[in-house]
């Protein structure tokens, strides 16, 4: 009996380090703008959600500079600026070819500098109201501490897809 015990620590330790063990890395972020929701994922499994705001341009997909509207496609994290106006940014690698083709198609440019970040630097404190407005330019928000979250488990070079 005394025996057991021990056991039943150690079975339980080594099971919460495999789940939640150092390699707690997202392999994949999926942005579904109209479920205002970001969900990283590992080996094809959902691991964390967040709730988001996105452009205050709506639901449209992001066509041309300037009009606030998050994109929509395939993208992949590309940097991180620990400096930013916001709270800590991970820049995703917006435009990518086809969006510069449907803008180039208007005779417009496609921006840039797409990220999700923060709240703005100084605005921490309003946390999770944030969420009752879409508020960026075209960036999807979370809360300081998710960003925290996210930063930690999302390595550059993630794949992400940003859907309607």
């Known amino acids: 009996m005394t025996l057991r015990l021990p056991l039943l620590i ?7 380090q495999t789940s939640y063990g150092a390699d707690t890395r997202a392999d994949y972020i999926l942005i579904e ?7 990283l994922f590992k080996k094809r499994k959902i691991f964390r959600t967040f709730s988001i705001s996105i ?9 041309i500079e300037g ?4 994109p929509e496609g395939i993208y992949k994290i590309d ?3 620990a400096k930013s106006g916001f709270y800590k940014a991970l820049h995703i690698n917006y435009p990518n070819p086809s969006d510069i083709k449907r803008a180039q198609q208007k005779g417009k440019s496609p921006g840039g500098n797409i990220l999700i970040h923060g709240l703005k630097n100084g605005l921490g404190w309003i946390g999770r109201f944030h969420l009752f407005i ?3 330019q075209g960036c999807i928000a979370v809360t300081n ?4 979250e996210i930063w930690a488990w999302v390595p550059d ?8």
């Open 33 to 39: 703008k109209s479920k205002h929701q970001l969900t």
């Open 145 to 148: 501490q998710e960003i925290d």
């Open 134 to 136: 879409d508020w960026t």
């Open 157 to 164: 070079g993630t794949l992400l897809e940003i859907t309607k």
């Open 79 to 81: 940097g991180r600026n």
């Open 55 to 63: 452009g205050k341009g709506g639901l449209a997909p992001k066509e």
């Open 67 to 70: 009009d606030n509207l998050t």
């Open 10 to 16: 150690i079975a339980f330790l080594l099971i919460v």
